[in-house]
C-alpha cells in the first residue's frame, strides 16, 4: 500500500478518535455524577430529595425543593429584563442601527461575555446587594441574584437572536416593505415571528446559562436553604448547594450533593435539548421558504 | 395611533436596549478600572499574595498559576478539539453516530461549569489521585472547553471555500494530504481565534477550578501542586479577606486581559473573514 | 500560524516557570537537614496558622517542600485515614462514625460572635446567642439594641466551626435555615462587614477591625478570657495522623508543638497550649 494512503487511514482514524471524545466525556460526567450520587438517591429516596422543603444534612435532611425553586426564581427573575433588553439590543443591531454604531455595539456585547463572573460577584456584593438592603432585607437575595445574572445572560440573548433575525430571508422583508408596512411593522409583523424559533432558542439558552451560573450567585444571594418568600428573601441554588458545602461533605451528605449534579444536569439536558429543536427547526423553516 | 408614531415610540424602546446594555458593560468596567486600577503597580504584579485571612501583598503566584494552567490546558486540548473539527468538517457524514456526536458536543457546551467540577473532583482529585492541583483543575478544563474549541474548528475549516480542495484535490493530493497542506492552513486563523476564546475562558473560569484547584496561595512548583488563578484569587479575596481594594485591582488586571484578548479574537476573525470572501 | 500556537502554549509555560523563578523562594543553599515534602489539608479554620508553620517551617528545612490545603474539618478526617495527605486538620472531636486517628492538640480557639463595628449592642447570653441563632430572637431590639431586624450569618453545614458552635451553645435546637450562609469564616467576616445588622460567628484568629467582637455572659472574648477559662465557646483545633508520625511529620509536628510554634499560635490570635 503506498504511504499516503496509509497516512490517510490513520488519519482518518486519528480524526475520529478525537470526535468520540466529547461523546466519552459527556458519558463519563453522567456515569461518574450518578454513581457518587446514587447512595444518597437511594437513601433518601427520590421523592423526598426531589420534593424535600427541609436542607439540613447534619438531621439527615436532604430536601432541594428550596435549591430548584431558587434556580428557577433567579433564572426567571433574570428573563424578566434580560429578554426585552436583550430582543430590542438584538433587533438594534440586526436592524435599525447604521454600520458604526453596530461596530462599537458588537464588541461590547461579546465583551460581556467575557467578563469573569466572579466580577459580576465582585460588583453585585458592592453595589447591588446594598442597594437592595436599602428596599428592605439583608440585600443578599433572589432580587440581587436576579440582577446580577440579568448581565451575564444579555449576551447569549442578544447574539443568537441577532444571527436569527439576520437569517431571515431578504425576500420576506422586501415583501412587507413593498406592501407599504413600516420599517417596525415589518421588523415586528414579519421578521420577528420569522426568527421566532431562533429567539427562543437564545431565551432557552440564556436560561441555561442562568441555572448554570455558580460564583457570582454564591456571592449575592446568602445561600440560606429556604424557599424564597419574596424578591428580598434569601435563597440558594442548586449550583450553589454544591459549591457552597462540597469542600467539607462526606459520606450521604457529599453523595446528595452529587445528586444534586444530576439533576442539574438533567435540567440542563432538557433545556438543550428543547434549544437545539428549536434552532433546527427554525432553520429548516427558512430552508422551505 | 398612526403606524408611523407606533414606530417612533418602538424606535425609543430598541435604541433603550441597546443603551441599556453599553451602560450595563460600561459601568462594570468602569468601576472595577476606577476602583481597582489605585492598587495596581509593579509590586502588585510581581509579590506573591499572602494567603491565609490576609488581603495583603500582590497576584504573582495567582498569574503564575493563570499561565501554569493555561499553557497546559492547551497542550492536552489542542489535539482532540481541532483533531474532532477535522472530522466534523470534512469526514463526517450525516449518519447517526454523527448525530450523536454533534448532540454530545452541543450538550457538553450547555453542562454548568460546576458539573465538571463535580466530574473533576470525583475522578481527578479523588479516584485518580491527582488531589488538589493545577493537573486536576487543567484536565477538568478540557472536558469544559472541548466543545468550544471543536465548534470554532469546525465552522473555520467549513468557512474555507470548496474550490480550495478541489485545487489540491485534482492535482493528485490525497484526502488528507489536502487537509493537512491546503484546509488547515487556510482555516488557520479561525482555528487561532478559537483557541484564543478558549484561553479567554480559562482566565474567566472559576467554579470548576474552585473544587478542583485547592487554591493554595503558594507559588505551584509542579503540576501536582494546588493553584489557584487570578479569578479564583479574586473570589479568595472578595469573599474571604476584607481586601476589596485587592479585590478590585484584581478584577482590574482581569478585565484588561479580557479586553486585550477580545481585542485580538475581533482582529484575528475580521481578517480570516475577509480573507474566506476574497478567496 | 502553527508557530503562534507554539509559542503561545511555550510563552504560558516558560513565563510561569520564570516567575517561579525569580519571585519564589530564596536561593536555597545547601544546607544539611531533612528533605522530602508534607501534605496537609483539612480545616480552614486551621489552615492560616498551618500556613505560618510551613514558612517558617521551610525557611529552617530549605529542601523540605509543605503543602497546605483547606478543604474542611471532614475532608481532613477523611484524607489523614486514606493516606492521601501526612497530616489531616480538624477544628472539632472527631465523630463516632469517623474512624480512629492519632490526635494531636495543636491550640484552642475560641469562637467569637461578630457583629458589625456600627452596632450599639456589646454583650449577649449565651442563651440570647442561642435564641438568636435559632431564630427566636429575629430583631435587635429584644436584646437591647435598637429597632432593626437581626440578619443572621452562619457557617454551611459540614464546616468544622459551625459543628463546634452547635455543640458549645446551641444544645440540641437548629441553627435556623433563613441564616446567610457562608462557605468559609473568612466569608463570614465580610458579610458581617459589610451588613450593618448582622451578627455571625467566626474563629477568633479571623477578628480583625472590619468587625466588633461581643462580650457572652458579660465575658469579652479575648484570648487571655479564652485561656484563664471564663469565655465560653472554646474548641480544640487537631492535626490528624493516621499513625503516631515519625520521620519527616514528626519533625514538623513536634516544631508546631515546640516553644516557637506556640508563639506562631498565638501570633495569629489562637490560644496556645502549655
Known amino acids: ?289 | 395611533m398612526s403606524p408611523k408614531s407606533v414606530q417612533k415610540i418602538a424606535k425609543v424602546f430598541i435604541w433603550g436596549g441597546g443603551a441599556i446594555t453599553v451602560a450595563v458593560l460600561l459601568g462594570i468596567i468602569l468601576y472595577v478600572l476606577i476602583q481597582g486600577l489605585p492598587s495596581v503597580n509593579m509590586e502588585f504584579l510581581i509579590t506573591p499574595p499572602k494567603g491565609g485571612l490576609s488581603g495583603e501583598g500582590g497576584i504573582s503566584t495567582a498569574t503564575v498559576g493563570t499561565l501554569y494552567l493555561l499553557g497546559i490546558t492547551l497542550a492536552i486540548l489542542l489535539i482532540p478539539g481541532i483533531g474532532a473539527g477535522i472530522y466534523l468538517a470534512e469526514y463526517a457524514r450525516d449518519n447517526r453516530p454523527t448525530r450523536m456526536v454533534r448532540y454530545a458536543v452541543e450538550t457538553l457546551a450547555g453542562v454548568p461549569s460546576i458539573v465538571f467540577g463535580l466530574f473533576g473532583f470525583a475522578l481527578f482529585v479523588t479516584a485518580l489521585h491527582f488531589n488538589f492541583s493545577i493537573l486536576s483543575g487543567a484536565l477538568t478544563l478540557v472536558c469544559l472547553l472541548l466543545p468550544t474549541l471543536i465548534r470554532t474548528t469546525e465552522e473555520a475549516i467549513r468557512a474555507v471555500p470548496r474550490s480550495y480542495r478541489e485545487a489540491s484535490l485534482a492535482m493528485g493530493a490525497s484526502k488528507w494530504q489536502t487537509i493537512r497542506h491546503v484546509v488547515l492552513p487556510a482555516a488557520m486563523p479561525g482555528i487561532v481565534t478559537g483557541i484564543i476564546l478558549c484561553a479567554g475562558r480559562i482566565v474567566e473560569e472559576t467554579a470548576c477550578l474552585y473544587v478542583t484547584m485547592g487554591g493554595s496561595a503558594a507559588m505551584p512548583t509542579s503540576l501536582l501542586k494546588g493553584g489557584r488563578t487570578l479569578s479564583l484569587h479574586l473570589y479568595y479575596l472578595a469573599m474571604d479577606t476584607n481586601a476589596f481594594d485587592k479585590a478590585m485591582g484584581t478584577g482590574a488586571v482581569l478585565i484588561i486581559i479580557i479586553i486585550i484578548i477580545n481585542a485580538v479574537t475581533n482582529l484575528l476573525s475580521q481578517r480570516f473573514q475577509a480573507k474566506m470572501r476574497g478567496g | 500560524m502553527k508557530k503562534l500556537l507554539t509559542l503561545l502554549i511555550t510563552a504560558g509555560l516558560i513565563g510561569a516557570t520564570v516567575l517561579t523563578g525569580c519571585a519564589g523562594t530564596p536561593a536555597t543553599h545547601d544546607t544539611a537537614g531533612p528533605t522530602g515534602s508534607i501534605t496537609e489539608a483539612g480545616s480552614t479554620t486551621v489552615q492560616p496558622i498551618a500556613e505560618r508553620f510551613a514558612d517558617v517551617f521551610t525557611q529552617m528545612y530549605p529542601k523540605v517542600t509543605v503543602t497546605i490545603q483547606g478543604g474542611g474539618s471532614s475532608v481532613g478526617v477523611k484524607s489523614a485515614s486514606d493516606g492521601t495527605v501526612d497530616i489531616g486538620a480538624a477544628s472539632r472531636e472527631l465523630k463516632a462514625d469517623e474512624p480512629a486517628l492519632v490526635k494531636h492538640l495543636l491550640c484552642r480557639d475560641g469562637i467569637a460572635l461578630a457583629t458589625h463595628p456600627s452596632n450599639t449592642v456589646t454583650g449577649l447570653t449565651k442563651d440570647e446567642v442561642r435564641r438568636i441563632f435559632a431564630g427566636e430572637i429575629t430583631n435587635w431590639s429584644q436584646v437591647g439594641g435598637p429597632n432593626e431586624n437581626i440578619i443572621v450569618v452562619a457557617r454551611e453545614e459540614g464546616s468544622g466551626t459551625r459543628t463546634a458552635f452547635e455543640e458549645l451553645v446551641m444544645d440540641e435546637t437548629l441553627i435556623t435555615n433563613t441564616a446567610i450562609l457562608q462557605p468559609s469564616n473568612g466569608a463570614v467576616r465580610t458579610t458581617v462587614s459589610i451588613t450593618p445588622t448582622a451578627i455571625g460567628f467566626l474563629s477568633f484568629g479571623y477578628l480583625d477591625g472590619s468587625v466588633s467582637s461581643l462580650a457572652v455572659d458579660g465575658v469579652l472574648g479575648t484570648i487571655e478570657n479564652a485561656k484563664n477559662g471564663s469565655y465560653p465557646i472554646v474548641r480544640p483545633l487537631y492535626f490528624l495522623t493516621k499513625e503516631a508520625p515519625s520521620g519527616l511529620v514528626k519533625e514538623f509536628i513536634d516544631f508546631c508543638l515546640s516553644a516557637e510554634g506556640q508563639s506562631i499560635v498565638e501570633d495569629e490570635g489562637y490560644i496556645s497550649v502549655d
Open chain 1, 1 to 289: 500500500m503506498p504511504s499516503h494512503v496509509v497516512v490517510d487511514r490513520t488519519a482518518k482514524h486519528v480524526v475520529l478518535i478525537c470526535a468520540s471524545a466529547s461523546f466519552v466525556i459527556l458519558g463519563a460526567i453522567f456515569i461518574f455524577t450518578m454513581r457518587e450520587g446514587a447512595p444518597a438517591l437511594q437513601e433518601i429516596g427520590l421523592y423526598n430529595f426531589l420534593l424535600g422543603t427541609e436542607w439540613r444534612p447534619g438531621q439527615e435532611m436532604f430536601g432541594i425543593l428550596p435549591m430548584t425553586v431558587g434556580s428557577i426564581l433567579v433564572t426567571l427573575g433574570s428573563m424578566v429584563l434580560a429578554i426585552p433588553i436583550g430582543l430590542a439590543c438584538a433587533i438594534l443591531l440586526a436592524e435599525v442601527a447604521s454600520f458604526r454604531v453596530r461596530r462599537l455595539l458588537r464588541p461590547a456585547v461579546e465583551l460581556l461575555v467575557g467578563i469573569p463572573s466572579v466580577v459580576y460577584g465582585l460588583v453585585g456584593m458592592l453595589l447591588i446587594v446594598p442597594a437592595v438592603r436599602e428596599i428592605g432585607g439583608s440585600g443578599f437575595s433572589i432580587l440581587a441574584a436576579s440582577l446580577v445574572l440579568t448581565a451575564m445572560v444579555l449576551p447569549t440573548i442578544i447574539s443568537i437572536s441577532e444571527d436569527s433575525l439576520r437569517a431571515v430571508p431578504k425576500g420576506y422583508k422586501e415583501a412587507a416593505l413593498a406592501m407599504g408596512a413600516t420599517q417596525w411593522q415589518m421588523i415586528w409583523h414579519v421578521q420577528v415571528p420569522a426568527a421566532r424559533s431562533g429567539i427562543m432558542a437564545g431565551i432557552v439558552l440564556g436560561m441555561g446559562r442562568a441555572i448554570g451560573e455558580t460564583m457570582a450567585m454564591i456571592m449575592v444571594i446568602g445561600n440560606s436553604p429556604i424557599i424564597p418568600t419574596s424578591p428580598l428573601s434569601q435563597g440558594r441554588t442548586l449550583t450553589g448547594n454544591i459549591a457552597v458545602e462540597i469542600m467539607y461533605a462526606s459520606g450521604i451528605h457529599r453523595s446528595a450533593l452529587f445528586s444534586t449534579g444530576v439533576i442539574l444536569f438533567l435540567i440542563i439536558l432538557v433545556l438543550n435539548t428543547v434549544a437545539t429543536f428549536a434552532l433546527r427547526r427554525g432553520l429548516k423553516a427558512h430552508h422551505v421558504a
